[in-house]
């Protein structure tokens, strides 16, 4: 009776062994799948982020040469990563993991040198200092946006009557994005600068422009694949003589007004609506041109300068 006892004792601690040795296997798995690791890109230009591990996924953002990430897990060619509060990925291949050295000071028996004591000092080279190259971070985007637009302008005549025209447009824009907090500057804030042309003023008298925009405040926010943006600012242009204004010996060509436009993006395709007001007047003795026009746009980024 008492051999049977010790047995089943015996076989109880070994189960209890068992399942102890399978849960610390267990949870030394778990946090090799959960945690996270740094990472920096490596790639010479901006490096797109997926909403999926394919390349024919939405593009949802970009990160910078030597930007730091952290990186859930790595399969086949790409890495699930955190952006925005979100899950997302991109390649493998344009990122490493930064290894982090710590300085433990060896600690070693004192020996006794049999070498023989020479009456001159051997030289010896001091080390050098190595700066971590991921700490480097490109804080300012360049981004290249053309666009075209088109709507309704219109223009008072002597202050009387309102006269409308479709008027249209394309323009040539450079974004300088916060790719990092600045300062008092948020992140995704941005301004932009563009030259173009455009028509407006009506029928009888189209005015044809050549116009410089600059947009000082401009706020973009990500909500899932699409990209809202924001921007305010104002805009001057210089009109050109035509047949139906020679007639009339217009005082001034000049135009100097504001603008805000608002749209969204999706895949580097965007489109908006647009306000711009004139502050000045395009004008003679007999006539005054004072424009205001909404418009629809329609642009695409084209690439990234930096």
Not at 24 to 38: C, D
Not at 104 to 113: G, K
Not at 158 to 186: H, M, W, Y
Not at 238 to 254: A, K, R, V
């Amino acid at each position: 009776m008492l051999k049977i006892h010790n047995k089943q004792k015996e076989k109880n601690t070994s189960n209890i062994s068992v399942k102890i040795f399978i849960f610390l296997f267990f949870i030394g798995t778990a946090s090799n799948v959960v945690g996270q690791e740094k990472y920096e890109v490596i790639s010479t230009s901006r490096l797109n982020v997926r909403n999926k591990p394919t390349t024919n996924s939405s593009i949802i953002g970009t990160l910078n040469p030597h930007e730091q990430i952290d990186v859930y897990s790595i399969i086949d060619s790409w890495a699930k990563i955190s952006y925005r509060s979100r899950m997302a990925y991109v390649s493998s291949k344009y990122i490493r993991k930064i290894e982090i050295k710590e300085n433990i000071p060896i600690v070693t028996e004192y020996q006794e040198e049999s070498n023989p004591i020479t009456s001159e000092p051997e030289e010896t080279e001091t080390p050098k200092t190595i700066y971590n190259e991921s700490t480097k971070n490109d804080y300012i985007g360049i981004d290249f946006v053309p666009s075209i637009y088109g709507g309704f302008t219109n223009f008072v005549s002597n202050n009387v009557s309102p006269k409308g025209n479709i008027g249209f447009g394309i323009d040539f824009a450079f974004q300088f994005i916060a790719n990092q907090p600045i300062s008092f500057i948020p992140k995704d804030y941005y301004m932009e600068a563009s030259l173009g042309y455009s028509l407006k003023g009506s029928g009888a008298f189209p005015l044809h422009y050549i116009t410089m925009k600059l947009s000082p405040i401009g706020y973009r926010y990500m909500i899932s694949d699409f990209m809202l943006l924001g921007k305010i600012g104002a805009y001057t242009g210089y009109t050109f003589s035509t047949i139906e204004t020679q007639s009339h010996s217009f005082d001034t060509n000049i135009d100097i007004g504001i603008l805000c436009e608002i749209g969204v993006e999706y895949e580097r395709i965007g489109v908006g609506f647009s306000y711009e007001r004139g502050l000045t007047n395009v004008c003679n003795s007999k006539l005054k041109l004072n424009n205001q026009c909404v418009f629809l746009n329609l642009s695409y980024r084209l690439f990234n300068l930096k």
